[in-house]
């Protein structure tokens, strides 16, 4: 089951979300699909990585359109907003990977994307603010101040673009099928429990069969 499986991670920034995501594809010898999954959408659709990487896990915002738009004015889109445009194109890129085989997506609101799909495990990555402070401070070489407002606007952005692309709330434990805390289990203790997850429901869909 677990090379067939569906992994999404959501996560607070400097929680350690992107790591748990790494270390569970390694384990289960599945692809992980972050920041690569700007590359495959701009693989199968006409925008440029570039705008995907401004539009990333952002809701709609009507300047950052008007920007875009003065850099790649040959774009010429119509209709719908770019930022929907950008959307509808993660969109459907991350509904092919749920048709394929397993792998783990991480952010995106891929939870969310894919919640029909049955081989699917939602994960919520979340640790105190001292632990992330620590992490932030030492990967990105900047004081204190510095790390907890980057923090801070790194989770506004992320939880206004769940909430305005989904039906749920980021970060609600009712959001997702499992909610870890890095703070106090650390990261390889996340993994194991998604593993185990794993393991359970595999038991449970055994018996329902059975």
């Known amino acids: 089951m677990a090379e067939n499986s569906i992994i999404t991670i959501g996560r607070q920034f400097g929680s350690g979300g992107h790591e748990v995501g790494r270390r569970i594809a390694a384990e289960l ?8 999954l700007l590359k ?12 995907l990487q401004d539009y990333d896990e952002k809701p709609t915002n009507s300047l950052l359109y008007s920007i875009v ?3 790649y004015p ?10 929907q445009q950008v959307y509808q ?43 992330r402070l620590d992490r932030v401070m030492e ?18 952005k992320r939880a206004s673009f769940y909430n ?8 609600a434990a009712s959001s997702y099928n499992l909610s870890l805390d890095t703070s106090d289990i650390g990261i390889d203790g996340c993994v194991r429990m998604i593993e185990l997850y794993l393991e359970q429901k595999k038991k449970g869909q055994h018996k329902s069969q059975n």
């Open 29 to 36: 010898g599945l692809k992980l699909y972050d920041k690569e």
């Open 74 to 83: 040959s774009m010429n889109y119509v209709g719908n907003t770019l930022s």
């Open 139 to 156: 990967f990105e070489h900047i004081d204190e101040n510095k790390a907890k407002d980057m923090i801070l606007k790194a989770d506004k």
């Open 69 to 71: 738009m003065d850099v």
């Open 40 to 51: 495959t959408v701009a693989e199968q659709s006409n925008i440029c990585e570039q705008v």
């Open 89 to 131: 194109a993660q969109y459907e890129t991350i509904r092919r990977l749920g048709e394929k085989g397993g792998c783990v997506i991480v952010g995106r609101a891929a939870d969310y994307i894919l919640r029909d799909n049955p081989r699917l495990t939602s994960v919520f990555i979340h640790s105190s603010m001292r632990f």
């Open 164 to 171: 305005f692309q989904t039906e749920k709330k980021w970060g």
